[in-house]
C-alpha cells in the first residue's frame, strides 16, 4: 500500500516555455505527473530531461542535498531552479524529512569525510601535545569536541572511509542518512554501485518504503527498473509516457544483448561467430 507524501507534479500556468530547460521535449510536453507510487522511476537516455526534473523537483521540495552545497545556490542548478520556480507539487502530507543525492555528488562527499576526518584527528594531536600539562578537566573539554567528532564520523561512515570500495561506501552512507517516512529523491544512484550491490540496495529501498519513506529515481539500471509496484516514466521520444518494464527500450536492449553479444558486437568490433 502506498504511504507516499508527494502525489502529483504539473506545470503551473503563464510559465516560461522559451530556453533551457523548458524547450527540452520531455519538459515542454509536461501535464500532471502522478507520483502517488512509493516509489517513480524516470527512464531514458542522456538528455531526455529526466534528471533535470528529478533535480527540479528537488529544489521545488526543498530537500536537502547529500555531497554539496545546497541546491538553492548550486551554480550548476539555475535551470533548475527556473524549472522549479514553475512547478506545482501536491502533497498528501508533508514533512522536511529526506534527501537529494547525485551519484557524481557522492564521490566528492566520500572525500570530505575523509579529509574531515583527519583534519579533527590532526588537531586533537596537536592539542594532546599543546595541553600536555593542563589539568584534567580542561584537556578533557578541550579534546572533547575533536573526539566526539572522530567517534561520530566512525559510527557513521566506518573505521576507514577511504578503504571502502565506492559501493560499500554509497551503501553505508545511503542507509546512514534514512529516516522513517522520507522523501528521498536519487539521480542514477547505480552508478558507484555493482549489479550485486544493486541488489542490496534494492533490500534498503524495501525496508525504507516499509518505513513510509517515498523514492522518486532517475536511473540507466534495468535492476533498479525491476522494483516492484514502482510507477515508470519513459522519456525517450520527446514526451513523458507511463510504461512497464517490459515496454522499456532499456530493458529490451539489455535482454537482446544478453541473449545474443555477437550480433551487436559484429558492428562495432571484430566479432566472429563463437567469440566470447
Do not use: C
Not at 24 to 34: F, K, Q, T
Not at 250 to 261: E, I, N, T, Y
Request: charged share 25%.
Amino acid at each position: 500500500m502506498s504511504m507516499s507524501q508527494l502525489i502529483a507534479v504539473s506545470r503551473k500556468e503563464g510559465g516560461p516555455t522559451a530556453g533551457f530547460p523548458f524547450d527540452v521535449p520531455a519538459i515542454r510536453s509536461l501535464g500532471e505527473m502522478d507520483l502517488g507510487a512509493s516509489v517513480t522511476l524516470f527512464v531514458g537516455e542522456n538528455g531526455s530531461g529526466k534528471s533535470t526534473l528529478l533535480e527540479s523537483l528537488a529544489i521545488a521540495a526543498g530537500l536537502p542535498a547529500v555531497g554539496s552545497g545546497g541546491l538553492a545556490r548550486d551554480p550548476t542548478l539555475v535551470a533548475q531552479r527556473r524549472l522549479a520556480d514553475s512547478l506545482r507539487l501536491v502533497w498528501k502530507a508533508r514533512n522536511h524529512r529526506g534527501f537529494f543525492l547525485r551519484a557524481e555528488d557522492f564521490f566528492g562527499f566520500q572525500k570530505e569525510v575523509v579529509r574531515g576526518r583527519a583534519e579533527h584527528e590532526a588537531e586533537l594531536r596537536r592539542l594532546e601535545l599543546e595541553l600536555r600539562e593542563a589539568d584534567q578537566a580542561h584537556r578533557d573539554r578541550a579534546l572533547g569536541v575533536h573526539r566526539g567528532s572522530i567517534e561520530a564520523l566512525r559510527s557513521r561512515y566506518g573505521d576507514d572511509p577511504d578503504a571502502r570500495s565506492h559501493g560499500e561506501a554509497f551503501l553505508a552512507l545511503f542507509k546512514a542518512r534514512l529516516v522513517p517516512g522520507g522523501v528521498f529523491m536519487l539521480d542514477e544512484p547505480e552508478a558507484a554501485l555493482s549489479p550485486q550491490s544493486q541488489l542490496g540496495f534494492l533490500s534498503m529501498i524495501r525496508h525504507a518504503v516499509e518505513e513510509g519513506g517515498q523514492f522518486v529515481i532517475a536511473t540507466h539500471s534495468p535492476i533498479l527498473m525491476a522494483i516492484p509496484g514502482a510507477t515508470v516514466y519513459a522519456f525517450d521520444g520527446g514526451e513523458i509516457v507511463r510504461s512497464s518494464f517490459d515496454e522499456l527500450e532499456a530493458v529490451a536492449l539489455v535482454r537482446d544483448f544478453l541473449r545474443s553479444p555477437q550480433r551487436f558486437l559484429r558492428h562495432i568490433w571484430d566479432v566472429t561467430p563463437g567469440d566470447r
